[in-house]
């Protein structure tokens, strides 16, 4: 059974080295604040964990910086889920080598889910020799301690494997977002589907504790977050391991008791585990939003049987049909893989109709990636890249079509949005997102971000909604 601690080594509490750390460099850097470039590759675990990198940093005296140039510590926090994405990293760790020619004195330490895979950190270790630190996945309760013995001694630190049951708590938290922010309820991954690489690098399924959870939700409602969106690789397991056992729409609907004006969000959920409990939850909570996240990868049964997915075509049909008569407003998005090992195009057009017949709001829409390690990377593979290429395309274009359909259909409602920035393309425009997460435009001030305003939907354009403030 897991077990929650607070994070304590060698007698010497991680705060205390964090304490040691500001006076090193209090010293080293003759009483100007340290800097730290920080860049998250990946999905909202990986920012999550860099918040609680950041909180750490911040708590041993740094600030933080957009520039590597000037930092005296960069972290790269990695991702391995596709191979696009640690081609990336591979590229944009060769280049700070120029930098460490320049700024001797910078630490360069690499963390994430690349980083606990054998191969990389072999050559990490062998070919990027100014890389001084690196930790895994399920170490970032150590790194106050890696990094005052790096700084001060200087030596190269490898720590990796994630076979550790407990539950780290008491870590800082720096978040990016004042008024949206992430919850990681639980950690790692049992599902084990073929094709993926994160059960490897994230190890076994853990939960925090319930109350844990629920008192760092209160803690930022109170602050005045707006939209909490809770984590965990399949949120619907929530609770595994822990006595007695929770379940996820108890945690839910505890979150939703708790007074304010917020909305509150939860991924990802698998098809395998999503219960007509959890929608009764989401229909019948007052800060729920009606937006479901609930990844299909496929729409044809044998490559879902192939993938290990463990429910089928018609489950997920079902469950959706539920969903959608509880909740008409439901707005429902999905993670889809084109091209897995053995697929065809029959199978392929599986998918499309699946797609026609859910309407999804958005998609979020992969060409399968071999990943060392993986059951599907033996699998044979024989459809040709240009083949996947142009099954994707014709994916994207009858998703397009659907979007801008659903976004249509909005058009003459009133939605109430939160605030979240200035648009990029027109001066005076603000951009914000309704309950179901479709991003709206509307012409209003500055002052409004951050707080909800009910907005009359005027246009549809694509997947993007534009419309008018309504003044009380
Ligand atoms: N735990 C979540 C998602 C984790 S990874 C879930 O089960 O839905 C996010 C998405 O990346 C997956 O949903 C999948 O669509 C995609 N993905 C994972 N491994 C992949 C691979 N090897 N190739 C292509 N896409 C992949
Ligand atoms: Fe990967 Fe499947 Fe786990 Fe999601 S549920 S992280 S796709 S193994
Ligand atoms: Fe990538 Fe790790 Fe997330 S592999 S998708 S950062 S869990």
Redesign the pocket.
């Known amino acids: 059974m897991s077990q929650s601690k607070r994070i304590e080594k060698e007698g010497i509490t991680q705060s205390e080295y964090l304490n040691l750390i500001a006076e090193l460099m209090t010293i080293r850097k003759r009483g100007e604040v340290p800097l730290a470039y920080i860049r998250t590759y990946g999905?909202q675990q990986n920012v999550a964990d860099s918040e609680r990198i950041k909180g750490m940093l911040f708590e041993a005296g740094f600030s933080f910086t957009d520039t590597p140039d000037d930092a005296d510590f960069i972290l790269f926090n990695t991702c391995a889920?596709?191979e696009h994405a640690e081609d990336r990293v591979f590229g944009n760790v060769g280049a700070l080598k120029n930098i460490k020619r320049k700024h001797p004195s910078v630490l360069i330490a690499l963390c994430g889910c690349m980083m606990e895979q054998e191969h990389v950190a072999k050559r990490i270790h062998d070919s990027f020799p100014f890389v001084g630190l690196v930790f895994g996945t399920n170490c970032l309760h150590e790194f106050p301690r890696l990094l005052y013995n790096n700084l001060l001694y200087g030596k190269r630190t490898f720590l990796r494997g994630n076979t550790d049951e407990n539950v780290y708590e008491g870590i800082p938290i720096k978040r990016d977002g004042l008024f949206k922010g992430f919850l990681p309820i639980m950690y790692g991954?049992d599902?084990f589907?073929s094709?993926?690489?994160?059960p490897y690098v994230r190890g076994r399924e853990k939960s925090r504790k319930p109350e844990v959870v629920v008192s760092e939700a209160r803690e930022m409602i109170e602050s005045g977050y707006k939209d909490i969106c809770l984590l965990g690789?399949?949120v619907n397991s929530y609770g595994k391991g822990l006595e007695p056992r929770p379940n996820f729409s108890s945690l839910l609907k505890e979150i939703d008791s708790i007074d304010g004006d917020y909305w509150l969000r939860f991924?990802?959920?698998?098809p395998k585990d999503c219960t007509k409990e959890l929608i009764d939850t989401i229909a019948q909570s007052k800060h729920i939003s009606h937006h479901l996240?609930l990844?299909f990868?496929s729409g044809s049964n044998r490559i879902l049987n192939l993938m290990n997915r463990r429910y089928t075509r018609e489950k997920y049909l079902d469950i959706i049909k539920y969903a959608k008569e509880r909740i008409p407003d439901l707005s429902l998005t999905s993670?889809?893989?084109v091209g897995f090992p053995g697929e065809t195009y029959e199978d392929f057009q599986e998918t499309l109709s699946l797609i026609k017949e859910v309407e999804f709001t958005s998609l979020?829409t992969?060409?399968?990636?071999?990943?060392k390690g993986?059951p599907?990377a033996e699998m044979p593979d024989v459809v040709s890249d240009e083949e996947k290429s142009k099954w994707f395309q014709e994916l994207l274009k009858v998703q397009e079509e659907i979007a801008a359909k659903r976004c249509a259909q909005m058009v003459g409602s009133v939605q109430k949005v939160l605030v979240e920035e200035k648009s990029s393309n027109k001066e005076g425009v603000l951009c914000g997102r309704t309950s179901g997460n479709i991003i709206v435009e509307f012409e209003g001030d500055d002052s409004l971000i951050g707080s909800f305003e009910n907005i009359k939907i005027t246009k549809a354009r694509n997947w993007i909604l534009n419309g008018e403030q309504i003044k009380e």
């Open positions: 999905c889920v596709r991954c599902n589907c094709y993926c690489i994160v690789q399949n991924m990802t959920s698998h996240h990844p990868q993670d889809i893989i979020f992969f060409i399968y990636s071999r990943r993986t599907a």
